[in-house]
Structure formats: C-alpha cells, structure tokens
C-alpha cells in the first residue's frame, strides 16, 4: 500500500502539478501513510490523556510544551489541517457549520502557521527539516489541492493515463 500512495502522490504532484521538490511530495505522501491510521490523526494527547480532536484543542497543547515536542505538535497540526484541507475539504464546510470550537479556525491560515513555527524550532538531525517544514507552510494551499487530486483518482479508480485499474 505504501508503494500504491508514493506513486500515485509522484504521479499528481510531478506529471499534473509540475511540483518537482521530492522531499516535499515524499513528505505529503509519508503524511497520507501515517493518517491511514486514526491513532496517528490523533495522536496528540491533552492532560486528561484524551485525544486532541480538533484545532483549537492542539494549539493549547503545543503552547504547553517546549524544544522538540512543541515542535511535533505544530507540525502535526499542520499535518492535520493539510490532510483535512486535502482530502477532505467537505468535513470542514461541516464543522463550520456546527458547534464545534474549530467553526472559527481557517484551516489553511493555522496549517501554514504552524509548519512555519515548527520549522523555526531547531530540531537537529530529526526529520523533518526545517526546510521541508517551511516549503510545507509556503505551499500549503497547492499540496492541499494535490491531495484532493489525490483524493478523486481514488474515488475514479483510474487516472486517464492507466496508472489505476478499475
């Protein structure tokens, strides 16, 4: 399956986007992998050990924390926020329309705020870098539309040019 999302990812945002940053579409695509898995959506935890669902509730706990795991959950909410953006922009017309406390946050404004924070934390060795983190909060918008072409080649079931079967 890992394979199927790096190919596919390398498809949209190099032959259909023009986008030829690798770090940046091995990034979204690790992204997608990881989010396959609910826990990994919400992995954020707040005190009480209950998962952070939605953005308001993230940007607390990063304001909590310090070093290297400030820097995590800012880029992990923008890690959410891309995803949601992407792939599935619908949920949030959604929740703007419900009660939830996120009604009130621009996805695509808080995304690019926290990848631009969480590259500016220096983070050594780990990956990501800093300038895969800034390129992400530069791009936001076009990675967002890349995972919604992402998104209708899998509701389609093929790409015109054969890359999947029905």
Same mark, same amino acid.
């Given at each position: 399956?890992?394979? !199927?999302?790096?190919?596919? *990812?390398?498809?949209?945002?190099? $032959?259909?986007?023009?986008?030829?940053d690798v770090q940046l579409v091995d990034y979204v695509s690790d992204m997608m992998i990881r989010f396959i898995r609910t826990d990994d959506i919400h992995r954020v935890r707040r005190p009480n050990g209950r998962p952070a669902t939605e953005v308001f509730q993230m940007l607390r706990e990063a304001e909590q924390r310090i070093g290297l795991a400030r820097r995590e959950?800012?880029?992990?909410?923008?890690? !959410?926020?891309?995803?949601? *953006?992407?792939?599935?922009?619908? $949920?949030?017309?959604?929740?703007?329309?419900?009660?939830?406390?996120?009604?009130?946050f621009d996805y695509c404004q808080?995304?690019?705020?926290?990848?631009?924070?969480?590259?500016?934390?220096?983070?050594?060795?780990?990956?990501?870098?800093?300038?895969?983190?800034?390129?992400?909060?530069?791009?936001?918008?076009?990675c967002a539309y890349g995972l919604r072409e992402i998104r209708r080649e899998l509701e389609e079931g093929n790409t015109g040019d054969g890359i999947l079967l029905a």
């Open positions: 399956m890992e394979r !199927f999302f790096v190919g596919l *990812s390398e498809c949209i945002f190099h $032959s259909k986007l023009g986008v030829v959950v800012h880029r992990h909410i923008g890690d !959410f926020t891309l995803f949601w *953006s992407g792939m599935y922009p619908e $949920s949030l017309r959604q929740s703007k329309s419900s009660a939830v406390a996120d009604q009130f808080q995304g690019k705020r926290a990848y631009a924070i969480a590259a500016e934390i220096d983070a050594g060795e780990d990956r990501p870098s800093s300038d895969v983190l800034m390129a992400l909060s530069d791009q936001f918008e076009m």
